[in-house]
């Protein structure tokens, strides 16, 4: 199976400033890498999600990498505001032929501070 | 467009007791169906997935069991609930056709077992 990393586990940035959030993996046959952002009490929605054919991808202030050599990926949210506030999931998927086998990372609390 | 629903929204259940969750589907036909666990505060773990009526791979080993008796339903059940089984669980459902592809959640059920 799939093992995904994600670091930080708590994450503190000031409101306008940027956040960063890294993940790892371990299949080098991943290639789906999906972002999900979670509210209290809600589910997890997508909110990016890059696949192995690109190194970088950005929606508006959402910027990920992909770095398959070093089987890295990461989010970037430039300009913070407080309603990005909330847990970030990373996730890892292989083509199976089948169902996908998405594996996610433990999550990162964003906390954007005024 | 497709909507995913799920009931109940919560439930609070005593050790023992039987569990029936529920997920239907609408506006796709033949999706991969998924379900998930996320204990509070942690992450998102596969518990079942379903391609095809009828049919449903186990994940995770949790005494917990799924049924597929619709294209669009997709059942979560248990006969015993133990205290472990508190969480949310999330039903999913992403496109078939083996490429790895975005999951979609339901808004999910809050369960409580005392």
């Known amino acids: 199976g799939e093992q995904v990393e994600q670091l930080p586990s708590i994450l503190r940035v000031q409101e306008r400033s940027s956040a960063s959030i890294n993940c790892t993996y371990e299949n080098s046959a991943s290639n789906y890498f999906p972002w999900y952002k979670q509210e209290p009490g809600e589910n997890p929605k997508l909110i990016i999600d890059?696949?192995?054919?690109?190194e970088r991808k950005q929606i508006q202030g959402l910027i990920v990498l992909l770095d398959k050599k070093a089987k890295r990926f990461s989010l970037h949210i430039t300009d913070t505001q407080p309603a990005d506030s909330a847990m970030y999931f990373c996730?890892?998927?292989?083509?199976?032929?089948?169902?996908?086998?998405?594996?996610f990372g433990k999550g990162t609390q964003l906390i954007i501070q005024p | 467009a497709q909507t995913i629903h799920q009931w109940p929204v919560a439930e609070i259940k005593a050790v023992g007791s039987p569990l029936s969750l529920g997920c239907t589907i609408k506006?796709?036909?033949?999706?991969?169906l998924y379900w998930y666990w996320q204990a509070t505060g942690g992450t998102l773990q596969q518990l079942f997935y379903s391609i095809t009526v009828g049919q449903v791979e186990s994940v995770v080993q949790l005494n917990l069991s799924a049924s597929r008796p619709k294209d669009d339903q997709f059942i979560l059940s248990t006969e015993k609930l133990l205290l472990s089984h508190s969480g949310f669980y999330l039903c999913?459902?992403?496109?078939?056709?083996?490429?790895?592809?975005?999951?979609?959640f339901g808004s999910g059920t809050r369960l409580t077992v005392l």
């Open positions: 999913a459902w992403s496109l078939g056709g083996g490429g790895a592809e975005t999951l979609y």
């Open positions: 506006g796709k036909s033949s999706p991969n």
């Open positions: 890059i696949r192995s054919n690109m």
């Open positions: 996730a890892a998927s292989a083509d199976t032929g089948g169902a996908d086998r998405l594996t």
